[in-house]
T-cell receptor
Framework: AQKVTQAQTEISVVEKEDVTLDCVYE???????LFWYKQPPSGELVFLIR??????QNEISGRYSWNFQKSTSSFNFTITASQVVDSAVYFC????????????FGEGTQLTVNP | KAGVTQTPRYLIKTRGQQVTLSCSPI?????VSWYQQTPGQGLQFLFE???????NKGNFPGRFSGRQFSNSRSEMNVSTLELGDSALYLC????????????FGQGTRLTVV
């Protein structure tokens, strides 16, 4: 069975601080796909990134970066120079399907960025 | 390009009633998945439909069912509603081919009283 754990329930930072959201996963599959989604108050989940299990390259996209470490089954997400607009719930998810059509989600981390 | 559309956005039902929620996927997307989000259980996968067939199912009782039409639009039905069915129900669509991602709708907020 697959499992995703986000140990940080809530994080509060001041604008311009860097913040890292942790994600640890469990799966027996040798090929799997990891995702991060952002859920603003409007409710819809916004896709941020997908990472394949066979590609351990870290990725940077603007202020966002992701650190995938297969050895520790972790896929952490860092926001650099956080902004108030980054306030949302962030979910890490796992799927055996490359299209992410059947996702196992973590509990989510509520990030609040204060001005 | 229109996103995933879920209707209605809000719904209030009484215990014992049944409810039908609708999801229109992004044009060209053939896979539709449904998720239930509650404060206690988080986001849980309900089922996935692909080409009008249920392809995967989560661990939910038989009161939860769904279907998909030839135009890929999907409906989910919950019969004999219980208070615990109060949740945000999210629909996601994807191409279901190759490396892509699921796009989510804004959800239907169901309240059972």
């Amino acid at each position: 069975a697959q499992k995703v754990t986000q140990a940080q329930t809530e994080i509060s930072v001041v604008e311009k601080e860097d913040v890292t959201l942790d994600c640890v996963y469990e799966t027996r599959d040798t090929t799997y796909y990891l995702f991060w989604y952002k859920q603003p108050p409007s409710g819809e989940l916004v896709f941020l990134i997908r990472r394949n299990s066979f590609d351990e390259q870290n990725e940077i996209s603007g202020r966002y970066s992701w650190n995938f470490q297969k050895s520790t089954s972790s896929f952490n997400f860092t926001i650099t120079a956080s902004q108030v607009v980054d306030s949302a719930v962030y979910f890490c998810a796992l799927s055996e399907d490359p299209s992410g059509s059947r996702l196992t989600f973590g509990e989510g981390t509520q990030l609040t960025v204060n001005p | 390009k229109a996103g995933v559309t879920q209707t209605p956005r809000y719904l209030i039902k009484t215990r014992g009633q049944q409810v039908t929620l609708s999801c229109s996927p992004i044009s060209g997307h053939r896979s539709v998945s449904w998720y239930q989000q509650t404060p206690g259980q988080g986001l849980q996968f309900l089922f996935e439909y692909f080409s009008e067939t249920q392809r995967n199912k989560g661990n939910f009782p038989g009161r939860f069912s769904g279907r998909q039409f030839s135009n890929s639009r999907s409906e989910m039905n919950v019969s004999t509603l219980e208070l615990g069915d109060s949740a945000l129900y999210l629909c996601a669509s994807s191409l279901a081919e190759g490396y892509t991602e699921a796009f989510f709708g804004q959800g239907t907020r169901l309240t059972v009283v």
